[in-house]
């Protein structure tokens, strides 16, 4: 990101609204990258759209009053976040209306999972694993959250945490046994 959009990214913290309006075209690009690739594993046909889910997110995020922005990985870092959540609250909404059946299942890839089944997980039940993971390790939870959902790099997400590339790489095997074999479980019962 330019100068140009840390300073308005800075202003934003600092209660300028107006700066939001100067940040969008900005930013637009890589927020609609993020949006694209949590899109890309959504089922086909989901009625959400990538450009709703940026416009939706980009909203929720100049409306963070406490955030104080350290740069381009941790506005990704939160744009990730926030795009993950209308994710996972629009499928609760979809399971809900449907009566818990016909649960939305994501596909597992940048090698989250390597042994899991082809049919994908179910989001809510990454949504709620990674709650749990969040729990036991805040940082193992986020790295999952940067680079699976953000499309971040180890070095993007390594920057972002203010940790080396080798803890991020670390964590990051950690964090995908754990969850591979909660999703397990979790299929099982």
Not at 20 to 43: F, G
Not at 70 to 84: D, L, T, Y
Request: net charge negative.
């Amino acid at each position: 990101m330019s100068d140009e959009t840390t300073q308005l990214l800075s202003a934003l913290s600092e209660g300028d609204t107006s700066a939001a309006e100067r940040l969008l075209p900005l930013v637009y690009d890589e927020l609609k990258r993020i949006a694209a690739r949590q899109m890309n594993q959504e089922r086909v046909g989901h009625t959400l759209q990538a450009t709703a889910l940026v416009h939706e997110a980009f909203i929720k995020l100049i409306d963070q009053t406490r955030v104080q922005w350290q740069g381009k990985a941790h506005f990704c870092a939160v744009a990730s976040n926030i795009m993950r959540r209308i994710l996972v609250d629009y499928a609760r909404q979809k399971n809900a209306a449907k009566r818990g059946s016909g649960a939305q299942k994501i596909s597992i890839d940048e090698n989250l999972t390597p042994d899991m089944k082809q049919d994908g997980v179910d989001l809510v039940e990454l949504d709620e694993a990674l709650t749990q993971l969040a729990e036991l390790n805040e940082r193992h939870a986020k790295i999952v959250e940067m680079r699976f959902f953000g499309g971040m790099t180890v070095e993007e997400t390594a920057t972002a945490l203010e940790v080396s590339t080798s803890t991020v790489k670390n964590d990051w095997r950690t964090a995908k046994a754990w969850l591979m074999i909660q999703l397990q479980d979790a299929d099982d019962e």
